[in-house]
């Protein structure tokens, strides 16, 4: 079941987002970018998005979450055990349907360079790789330049 995401799950939600960035993410980027991504910088940011963030559920258990900014699919994590069930392929579903709602042509997302799961994944979901862009991922000390890999996907506007 996909549904907005509450307040009093952001514990459970950060924990997502932590375990899942350490997971794709801590072997790929540099250090400095790695020490600041703590548990409660991931809590600090669900705070800030909790707006635009969508939870999925197996057995009332949260077990993952997908987050929008703008025209882009800014967060997508799911849980160990809920991978392979199809739970990431809901929520892009569900956040493309919200963006073209919101009146997105054209939307797009960054994916850390070299994490090949989630780059065959977006490919499988019909987004495109367009290239590599500089980002500004936001840090507990500022803006940190980040390079990624660029996914875009044209939408079909309701």
Not at 9 to 17: K, N, S
Not at 54 to 62: L, M, S, W
Request: glycine share 8%; hydrophobic share 45%; with cysteine.
């Amino acid at each position: 079941m996909l549904r907005d995401a509450r307040p009093g799950e952001l514990d459970r939600l950060a924990q997502i987002w932590y375990h899942g960035w350490q997971d794709a993410h801590a072997s790929l980027l540099p250090e400095e970018l790695k020490r600041l991504r703590t548990l409660e910088s991931f809590r600090d940011r669900l705070l800030q998005g909790l707006a635009s963030t969508r939870v999925a559920e197996i057995d009332g258990d949260v077990v993952g979450f997908c987050t929008l900014r703008d025209d882009e699919l800014y967060q997508l994590f799911v849980s160990a055990p809920a991978r392979g069930k199809g739970v990431a392929a809901a929520l892009v579903a569900d956040a493309e349907m919200r963006l073209k709602e919101a009146g997105a042509a054209k939307a797009w997302l960054g994916c850390a360079i070299g994490n090949d799961r989630a780059a065959r994944f977006y490919e499988k979901c019909g987004w495109t790789r367009a290239g590599s862009s500089v980002v500004a991922v936001e840090t507990s000390e500022g803006p940190f330049d980040l390079e990624v890999w660029r996914y875009e996907k044209h939408l079909e506007v309701v």
